[in-house]
C-alpha cells in the first residue's frame, strides 16, 4: 500500500468517526440541487476536532511540497476551504487569500479577498467537491486576476463523472486527501455499512439523478 493510499484510509476513518460523512441508504440526504442521496458531507466538523485538523492541515503541506512545489500563495474557496486554507499556508509560511464563488454585490464588490498579485501560482484548498462548479468558479475568477493555478486540493470527493469532465475541460488537476472508493472500504471495514447499503452507494455514484433507494 502506497502512503498515499494509506492516508486516503486513515482520512476516510477519520470523517465517518466524527461524523462529517454520514451513510443512510434507508433515509438519504437532499443536496441543495435537490439529488437524493444516501451520503452528506459536511467537512467543517473537522475544525471542531485540533487532531485531526492538524493531521488533514499537514498532509495538505506534504502534498503541496512533493508534487506541486510551494505555490507563491494558498487561496481557500468560500467558505468551506477558508479555514483549511489558512492553516495550510500556516504551515508553509506563504500568503493566503480566499476567493468567493461570485462578486459581492456591494462595497469594493471584490471576489477575492486579500493581496494577490498577478503572475503569482496558486495552490487552492477546498474542503469538497461535489460536480465542481462553485470550486471551478473560483479558478476563473483567480485566472481572470492573472494568477497560475498550479492544482486544486481537496478533502473528499464524491468523484462524480460530471465533477471529471467539469475538472478536464478547465484543465485543472483536482487532488484529494480521500475519495469515494476509499470511504467505501473503509466504512464496510469498519462495519458502517451492510453489504446491501454498500451496492446501492455505489449505485447512487454511478447515476445520482436516477438512484433509487433500496
Known amino acids: 500500500m502506497s502512503l498515499y493510499e494509506e492516508s486516503a484510509l486513515t482520512v476516510a476513518?477519520?470523517?465517518?468517526?466524527?461524523?462529517?460523512?454520514?451513510?443512510?441508504?434507508?433515509?438519504?440526504?437532499?443536496?441543495?440541487?435537490?439529488?437524493?442521496?444516501?451520503?452528506?458531507?459536511?467537512?467543517?466538523?473537522?475544525?471542531?476536532?485540533?487532531?485531526?485538523?492538524?493531521y488533514l492541515r499537514q498532509e495538505f503541506a506534504r502534498i503541496i511540497e512533493e508534487k506541486y512545489e510551494k505555490?507563491?500563495?494558498?487561496?481557500?474557496?468560500?467558505?468551506g476551504g477558508i479555514a483549511h486554507g489558512v492553516l495550510v499556508a500556516?504551515?508553509?509560511?506563504?500568503?493566503?487569500?480566499?476567493?468567493?464563488?461570485e462578486k459581492k454585490s456591494h462595497g469594493l464588490t471584490n471576489q477575492i479577498e486579500g493581496h494577490v498579485e498577478s503572475g503569482q501560482t496558486v495552490i487552492i484548498i477546498e474542503d469538497l467537491v461535489s460536480t465542481g462548479g462553485s470550486s471551478?468558479?473560483?479558478?476563473?475568477?483567480?485566472?481572470?486576476?492573472?494568477?497560475?493555478?498550479?492544482?486544486?486540493?481537496?478533502?473528499?470527493?464524491?468523484?462524480?463523472?460530471?465533477?471529471?469532465d467539469n475538472f478536464?475541460?478547465?484543465?485543472?488537476e483536482l487532488f484529494t486527501l480521500t475519495n469515494y472508493e476509499t470511504l467505501l472500504s473503509k466504512a464496510i471495514e469498519?462495519?458502517?455499512v451492510t453489504e446491501k447499503d454498500l451496492q446501492s452507494l455505489i449505485s447512487w455514484r454511478m447515476n445520482p439523478h436516477a438512484w433509487k433507494q433500496s
Open 13 to 54: 476513518g477519520l470523517l465517518l468517526q466524527i461524523k462529517a460523512i454520514k451513510l443512510n441508504v434507508a433515509s438519504p440526504y437532499t443536496w441543495a440541487s435537490g439529488i437524493k442521496s444516501p451520503i452528506y458531507c459536511d467537512n467543517r466538523i473537522t475544525l471542531s476536532f485540533p487532531k485531526i485538523r492538524t
Open 71 to 79: 505555490p507563491d500563495l494558498i487561496v481557500g474557496v468560500a467558505t
Open 90 to 101: 500556516q504551515e508553509l509560511g506563504l500568503p493566503f487569500a480566499y476567493v468567493r464563488t
Open 136 to 164: 471551478l468558479s473560483a479558478v476563473t475568477a483567480l485566472r481572470d486576476a492573472g494568477l497560475k493555478v498550479k492544482a486544486m486540493l481537496a478533502i473528499f470527493t464524491y468523484g462524480l463523472d460530471v465533477a471529471k
Open 168 to 172: 478536464d475541460k478547465e484543465n485543472v
Open 190 to 192: 469498519d462495519k458502517y
